[in-house]
């Protein structure tokens, strides 16, 4: 008899992760393949949602080939958030996705962020929450003014993972959480703010939670006649992927972009914080960052080697070098600034330098960054929490887990899979089949830890001083770099 498993798909920013896991909690197998993201344009940043289906369909197609899967149960989906695709009635893309790095929308949603008041943003969201060129509103407003052929003919404006549900069931559907910025505290969506924007509210999708059944795989398709769960965006399954929903508890995790996050009843009004509705008794606050392990990809592709190339030159560092003072904001920056218009910046190179003293710097700015948006969040949550749970791609170096543990004064505890999204996905699912009590109760299950990093107290002090820098250096290079970004040049 075949054992009874399920599988969770995460629809990251580069690839697709998958994982097949047992009822109890065992993981059988998992998959990775990449897709290709456009940059058309300076501030463009697009993806062909057909990528995303295709690779989805072969991760199902491959554990079907090579796992008796006549238990399987079910398969839950979570995906990158704020990327949205524009589809017709026959859940067809009308344009290519606008990934969440796109920063084409900054000045409508200027505009559209000027029209809520504080009082609003409070009532609706619990906290000053801004109106970004991510923001789904301002994706709708710009394809309402410069491509009104699309938006006419637009039936709904949806997430990754709702466009591969509504390619696996023929089923459109979306939940409230991934939906963030225009669902209220009760998870309905906000009328008053989507009358901003003319006929928006009739675009968007109906709300499920999370386990809800969406559909069933179509026939013909690889795990035709499996429950698909409606899952949610990545930060929530990946707070679920290493083990976090108790109060007090924390996350960090890492891929393209860095989220930290804190479990937390209390919510103190803070600029540049997602402070989430509550769901399943868990209120989670979130402070994304625009280009965590994008830093070190982008680094790797300019110096012409791998990441693990890049990870050993740092770890041959002996830690008294001079490193130059790198600021990560290579497509804006998210939390706490909120800012579209920052950009990276090097300070401090001299002729004595090489490609070391730049990975090791970039290693710190993106640990800087990282510990701004713990800062912000700890006032958010009124919570400050020693330990930091962690899953994601960009934990896999030693050196770098050791920069960030030692920047952040915490204690580091990093999952054993690197899938910790796919994994949460995985538990969704099995909640959703009645598998578990809960998804928190299914995660305790499958998460597994293998390594921890310790603060050294030696560094504190190295690294105030470079934390006091990185802060007083975006001051003074904010309108800087807002005016060569809007120059004509």
Same mark, same amino acid.
């Not at 295709?54 to 796992?67: K, P, S, T």
């Not at 969040?377 to 920069?403: K, T, Y």
């Not at 054993?416 to 009590?437: E, H, K, N, P, V």
């Given at each position: 008899?075949?054992?009874?498993?399920?599988?969770?798909?995460? $629809?990251?920013?580069?690839?697709?992760?998958?994982?097949?896991?047992?009822?109890?909690?065992?993981?059988?197998?998992?998959?990775?393949?990449?897709?290709?993201?456009?940059?058309?344009?300076?501030?463009?940043?697009?993806?062909?949602?057909?990528?995303?289906?295709?690779?989805? $369909?072969?991760?199902?197609?491959?554990?079907?080939?090579?796992?008796?899967?006549?238990?399987?149960?079910?398969?839950?989906?979570?995906?990158?958030?704020?990327?949205?695709?524009?589809?017709?009635?026959?859940?067809?893309?009308?344009?290519?996705?606008?990934?969440?790095?796109?920063?084409?929308?900054?000045?409508?949603?200027?505009?559209?962020?000027?029209?809520?008041?504080?009082?609003?943003?409070?009532?609706?969201?619990?906290?000053?929450?801004?109106?970004?060129?991510?923001?789904?509103?301002?994706?709708?407003?710009?394809?309402?003014?410069?491509?009104?052929?699309?938006?006419?003919?637009?039936?709904?404006?949806?997430?990754?993972?709702?466009?591969?549900?509504?390619?696996?069931?023929?089923?459109?559907?979306?939940?409230?959480?991934?939906?963030?910025?225009?669902?209220?505290?009760?998870?309905?969506?906000?009328?008053?703010?989507?009358?901003?924007?003319?006929?928006?509210?009739?675009?968007?999708?109906?709300?499920?939670?999370?386990?809800?059944?969406?559909?069933?795989?179509?026939?013909?398709?690889?795990?035709?006649?499996?429950?698909?769960?409606?899952?949610?965006?990545?930060?929530?399954?990946?707070?679920?992927?290493?083990?976090?929903?108790?109060?007090?508890?924390?996350?960090?995790?890492?891929?393209?972009?860095?989220?930290?996050?804190?479990?937390?009843?209390?919510?103190?009004?803070?600029?540049?914080?997602?402070?989430?509705?509550?769901?399943?008794?868990?209120?989670?606050?979130?402070?994304?960052?625009?280009?965590?392990?994008?830093?070190?990809?982008?680094?790797?592709?300019?110096?012409?080697?791998?990441?693990?190339?890049?990870?050993?030159?740092?770890?041959?560092?002996?830690?008294?070098?001079?490193?130059?003072?790198? $600021?990560?904001?290579?497509?804006?920056?998210?939390?706490?600034?909120?800012?579209?218009?920052?950009?990276?910046?090097?300070?401090?190179?001299?002729?004595?330098?090489?490609?070391?003293?730049?990975?090791?710097?970039?290693?710190?700015?993106?640990?800087?960054?990282?510990?701004?948006?713990?800062?912000?969040?700890?006032?958010?949550?009124?919570?400050?929490?020693?330990?930091?749970?962690?899953?994601?791609?960009?934990?896999?170096?030693?050196?770098?887990?050791?920069?960030?543990?030692?920047?952040?004064?915490?204690?580091?505890?990093?999952?054993?899979?690197?899938?910790?999204?796919?994994?949460?996905?995985?538990?969704?699912?099995?909640?959703?089949?009645?598998?578990?009590?809960?998804?928190?109760?299914?995660?305790?299950?499958?998460?597994?830890?293998?390594?921890?990093?310790?603060?050294?107290?030696?560094?504190?002090?190295?690294?105030?001083?470079?934390?006091?820098?990185?802060?007083?250096?975006?001051?003074?290079?904010?309108?800087?770099?807002?005016?060569?970004?809007?120059?004509?040049?």
């Amino acid at each position: 008899m075949s054992d009874k498993t399920v599988i969770g798909i995460d $629809i990251g920013t580069t690839a697709i992760k998958a994982v097949l896991v047992t009822g109890a909690g065992t993981q059988l197998g998992h998959y990775v393949e990449s897709y290709p993201t456009a940059r058309p344009a300076p501030g463009i940043v697009e993806q062909e949602p057909d990528d995303w289906i295709r690779v989805a $369909i072969q991760a199902l197609a491959g554990f079907e080939r090579d796992f008796d899967l006549g238990g399987l149960q079910a398969i839950g989906i979570c995906s990158q958030a704020n990327t949205h695709v524009f589809i017709d009635r026959n859940a067809t893309p009308l344009a290519p996705a606008i990934v969440w790095q796109d920063l084409r929308c900054a000045d409508i949603a200027v505009e559209l962020d000027g029209q809520v008041g504080a009082d609003s943003r409070i009532a609706w969201w619990g906290a000053p929450l801004p109106i970004d060129a991510s923001h789904c509103l301002s994706r709708m407003e710009w394809m309402r003014r410069n491509r009104p052929d699309i938006w006419g003919r637009s039936r709904a404006v949806i997430l990754p993972k709702d466009y591969c549900i509504a390619r696996l069931t023929g089923e459109v559907a979306a939940d409230a959480i991934a939906s963030i910025g225009l669902v209220d505290g009760q998870l309905n969506y906000i009328k008053a703010l989507l009358d901003l924007v003319p006929d928006a509210v009739q675009r968007l999708p109906p709300l499920r939670d999370f386990t809800h059944v969406a559909g069933r795989v179509l026939p013909g398709l690889p795990c035709a006649g499996t429950p698909v769960i409606v899952g949610t965006m990545d930060a929530w399954s990946g707070m679920f992927g290493v083990d976090v929903g108790k109060v007090g508890s924390a996350m960090y995790l890492s891929g393209t972009s860095d989220v930290l996050g804190i479990v937390s009843p209390k919510r103190i009004p803070t600029p540049g914080v997602a402070a989430f509705p509550t769901y399943q008794e868990i209120t989670l606050h979130a402070a994304p960052i625009q280009s965590g392990g994008a830093s070190l990809a982008w680094l790797s592709r300019l110096l012409g080697r791998s990441i693990d190339e890049l990870c050993v030159l740092a770890a041959a560092m002996s830690g008294q070098e001079r490193i130059p003072l790198f $600021i990560p904001h290579l497509d804006g920056e998210r939390a706490p600034l909120w800012d579209p218009f920052a950009r990276g910046i090097f300070l401090g190179l001299d002729s004595s330098m090489g490609p070391a003293h730049l990975v090791r710097s970039v290693m710190e700015g993106v640990a800087y960054s990282a510990q701004w948006a713990l800062e912000t969040l700890e006032r958010s949550a009124d919570s400050s929490p020693s330990i930091l749970n962690c899953g994601g791609g960009g934990f896999a170096s030693d050196v770098w887990n050791q920069i960030r543990a030692d920047v952040l004064g915490r204690t580091l505890r990093c999952v054993r899979s690197a899938d910790a999204a796919a994994t949460g996905a995985a538990a969704m699912a099995l909640a959703g089949i009645g598998a578990a009590g809960s998804i928190a109760d299914a995660a305790s299950r499958i998460v597994q830890f293998e390594r921890e990093f310790r603060p050294d107290p030696a560094r504190r002090g190295y690294h105030e001083v470079r934390m006091a820098l990185f802060k007083d250096s975006y001051a003074a290079t904010q309108d800087i770099s807002r005016r060569h970004v809007t120059s004509v040049l």
